[in-house]
């Protein structure tokens, strides 16, 4: 079961089946078999675990997509929306019940980076030539883009971005004469280059957000704030579309326009919104924004459960970080040190993740889920290891997810009228 997970997340990340080449050679579904295969291996297994509140949150959010298109006018839209996201519950499911050991865990770590490195080495590629080896040319004549779900530059940062954490944690393990330790800053530096060369601001601004929150949990708030700054100032006199980050820029303004349009969107049909996929349909741009996407398409039901879901994903690497343990013995200390190495590491890909993914509509693609997958069952192993860890129970936090889905909707407003104030 997870040896078909790891080849089902190659599959997502490396895509052979949409190279234009192999495309029509391949002939079969080989993406939905592998993943069919997991999830017969995963019902036949005895080690199900539906402990975390994610599970329940991912089956519900899956219903509210369905019901949101039943609502609006097109009940066949339910089933199309069971077949674009049940695969995505079945990965998630299936991926957190199998990544519960601290080995599982960095395997899963392993493939993600190497996957992600063999995408930056095809932009450099793509950047020297003009096109990679799938065929595919830059985008904009100037910005490396892959196939399928990566055909985007910017959704190729988000990738860099959130892997960059997990290459560094890969190479602070050390062994095989440094070796080891070489090819992950070696995997690290050419990540960065990628992120360089997709000339995505979105991933810049998260490759800064992600180095200031490591600051701040190592240095503080104040440390943070000084590298922030200073990373921007410096990204920003860099030769890269950051350079022309302005509210008054086109691009930039449309994405405000399209957050407001999505506010507007939300306020028509505030409980299940106007239907899972339906933005594109009502305005000439996407939401621009994984957190209004799903608030515009789904209504204050789905966001708020959709919140939660991401909520809790961040709180559980949190827990760890969070809890102190007094010494015991120089093993006992180092296998802590460890756990809190892979929370870290965990914790900062997902800050990665969203802090592009508040400048992109990524709030359904299977990435973020089969990192969500990681993060639960990380934390699943780390319980059994660490008995004293919190559990994480839905029923002790229904007022308290309300009630951050209506702050963090005042927050966006509040936001979006800003900015087309000083616009």
């Known amino acids: 079961m997870f040896l078909l997970m790891m080849l089902y997340l190659v599959l997502v990340l490396i895509r052979p089946q949409d190279y234009p080449a192999l495309a ?55 089933l199309v929306q069971l077949l674009k996201f049940g ?40 950047a ?18 892959y196939v399928g779900i990566f055909n985007d530059p910017n959704d190729l940062g988000l990738l860099f971005v959130m892997c960059l954490p997990m290459a560094l944690y890969l190479s602070s393990r050390g062994g095989a004469l440094g070796l080891r330790r070489l090819f992950w800053w070696a995997a690290a530096a050419v990540l960065l ?16 957000a992600l180095v200031g929150i490591h600051v701040w949990q190592r240095r503080g708030l104040v440390s943070a704030a000084l590298f922030g700054g200073a990373g921007l100032v410096g990204l920003m006199l860099m030769p890269s579309r950051l350079s022309e980050l302005d509210i008054d820029e086109s691009s930039a303004m449309g994405r405000v326009d399209s957050w407001y349009e999505g506010i507007q969107m939300f306020l028509s049909d505030p409980l299940f919104g106007i239907g899972a996929d339906g933005f594109s349909d009502l305005h000439y741009l996407t939401a621009h924004n994984s957190f209004v996407l799903v608030l515009a398409e ?38 802590w040190a460890a756990e809190r190495r892979m929370a870290s590491t965990l914790f900062l890909s997902l800050c990665g993740f969203f802090a592009a993914a508040f400048f992109l509509s990524r709030s359904y693609i299977i990435l973020l889920y089969l990192l969500a997958a990681l993060v639960v069952g990380y934390y699943a192993g780390a319980r059994q290891r660490y008995p004293d860890l919190p559990v994480f129970d839905l029923r002790k936090d229904l007022i308290l997810w309300p009630l951050f889905s209506v702050a963090s909707i ?11 104030a000083t616009a």
């Open 193 to 208: 280059f990628g992120i360089y060369l997709t000339n995505s601001r979105g991933a810049l601004l998260a490759l800064v």
């Open 410 to 420: 005042v927050f966006l407003y509040v936001l979006v009228k800003v900015l087309l």
């Open 87 to 126: 695969p995505i519950v079945a990965a998630f499911t299936i991926l957190a019940n199998a990544a519960t050991t601290p080995q599982r865990v960095r395997t899963t770590m392993w493939v993600f980076v190497v996957c992600a490195t063999v995408l930056a080495i095809h932009g450099i590629e793509q």
């Open 298 to 335: 789904t209504g204050i039901i789905g966001y708020t459960i959709w919140l939660a879901f991401v909520g809790y994903c961040f709180r559980m690497p949190l827990a760890v970080l969070r809890m102190r343990r007094a010494p015991v013995d120089p093993a006992t200390d180092a296998a």
């Open 24 to 78: 029509d050679a391949i002939g079969v579904p080989i993406l939905q078999v592998v993943l069919g295969l997991a999830l017969i291996g995963w019902l036949a297994s005895r080690a199900k675990s539906f402990a975390a509140p994610q599970y329940l949150l991912l089956g519900v959010f899956l219903l509210v997509l369905m019901v949101s298109k039943i609502v609006n006018g097109w009940p066949g839209g339910a």
């Open 128 to 145: 020297q030539t003009g096109i990679g080896w799938t065929g595919e040319g830059l985008s904009q004549g100037t910005r490396i883009q």
